[in-house]
């Protein structure tokens, strides 16, 4: 997997902790040579004292080494991705990426599909032009059935998780601070991809700020697994993605999500990111959109993940299937930088646990696939039944 960690100094790592060890070892000959000088009971001779203080000198210097090894290497630990499971496909890229299943038949269509945003704005749902004006670039406006879409969807997921699936709701803030962006994997690897606001970071996704709940803490064993749903805004830079998605709502600098994140044991998590997985896929069966789940290879996984499921929903206007959610378990890659540990039991040693997350789906997205499957020859398109009772009982957007 030397892809993986492109760009880590891992040479320099090896380096400096070999020198560490060195620095540890002298240190600890030095300490020994002056207790041995210090520990008897009648007063040191002159030369004693000239050597204890020759020692005491050697120590100060030696235990500045080692500060600075520790942040040196602590610089470098920073930039240091996860380690895949051993189930991750092994590639370079996303070439690799393994397919797990397909769910649903895309539906044929007696006409050409159209992209989303051809239907949003004829629809006069979906105005881009107004977004660019008020903001630039990467923002959209939705009007009429096109903003209660957003809202039905929103409420349809977060009623399908807390109701069927056991979360507990929380509404996060959205914004974070550096401690919080660091301890999840965003900071510093990632800054060029986040919006700043003085001291404070918008959030790229509710992972960041909900992860961090039990930042420094230490749980109670029993009461995992502990899993949250959250609605919110993210705000994302893109500063990777120049040239692609450039039209509709694929790829904006903010849009909203709904993210499921898991606090598990160790053993468990894998297990936990299956139930994760599918949670988030029962979102696009109740939608009745044909999707499919692929497993991310070591070229395409992400910095802090040690697997990762993508689902991908079939856009009939692109004819392709694109990324709705992405789920991850992060073993605990997370609960490190973030300082989360839990405790078997009372009389134990307190161990980190594993931190998983995922999309419980991307709402933007959503309705892109919802515009796009659901669209009729007349311009018209037809709502998900599962979203009727949301949009107070209309089954269809049409032109105003």
């Known amino acids: 997997m030397p892809e993986r960690y492109a760009g880590v100094d891992l040479a320099g790592y090896t380096e400096i902790e070999a020198r560490r060890r060195e620095v540890v070892t002298e240190l600890e000959r030095r300490r020994q040579e002056r207790n041995r000088l210090t520990a008897g009971k009648q007063r040191p001779s002159p030369e004693q004292v000239a050597e204890i203080k020759r020692l005491k000198e050697e120590i100060g210097t030696l235990e500045g080494d080692e500060r600075r090894c520790e942040a040196d290497l602590e610089k470098i630990e920073q930039w240091i991705p996860n380690v895949p499971h051993e189930s991750v496909p092994r590639g370079k890229d996303e070439s690799a990426n393994r397919e797990e299943r397909r769910v649903g038949t895309p539906r044929p269509f007696a006409f050409p599909p159209r992209p989303h945003w051809e239907i949003g704005e004829a629809l006069g749902i979906l105005d881009f032009d107004r977004a660019a004006k008020i903001a ?65 970071w918008l959030i790229p996704t509710a992972e960041v700020t909900v992860t961090n709940i039990h930042r420094d803490e230490i749980v109670d064993g029993a009461a995992l697994p502990i899993r949250y749903v959250a609605g919110t805004p993210c ?75 993508d689902i991908e929903v079939w856009l009939p206007g692109q004819n392709a299937y694109r990324e709705i959610s992405s789920c991850s378990n992060f073993t605990d890659f997370q609960a490190r930088r973030a300082n989360i540990r839990f405790r078997a039991a009372e009389t134990e040693k307190p161990e980190f646990v594993h931190t998983l997350n995922g999309s419980g789906v991307a709402i933007g997205r959503t309705i892109v696939a919802i515009l796009e499957n659901g669209q009729r020859e007349d311009g018209s398109v037809e709502i998900p039944a599962a979203l009727v009772p949301y949009m107070g009982g209309l089954s269809e957007i049409r032109s105003r």
């Open 136 to 200: 630039g670039a990467r923002f959209s406006l939705q009007f009429d059935a096109g903003a209660r879409l957003e809202r039905a969807l929103a409420a349809f997921m977060l009623d399908l998780h807390t109701g069927d699936h056991g979360y507990r709701e929380v509404l996060p803030p959205f914004m974070a601070n550096a401690e919080s962006l660091f301890g999840t994997g965003q900071l510093p690897k990632f800054a060029d991809d986040l919006f700043r606001a003085g001291d404070y």
């Open 235 to 309: 705000f994302r830079a893109e500063a990777g993605a120049a040239g692609r998605d450039t039209r509709g709502l694929i790829r904006l600098h903010q849009f909203d999500k709904v993210e499921l994140v898991w606090f598990s044991r160790p053993e468990a998590s894998f297990d936990a990111l299956e139930r994760l997985t599918g949670h988030a896929e029962e979102v696009l069966r109740r939608l009745g959109l044909p999707y499919r789940v692929v497993s991310l290879s070591t070229g395409d996984l992400g910095f802090g993940a040690a697997k990762t499921y």
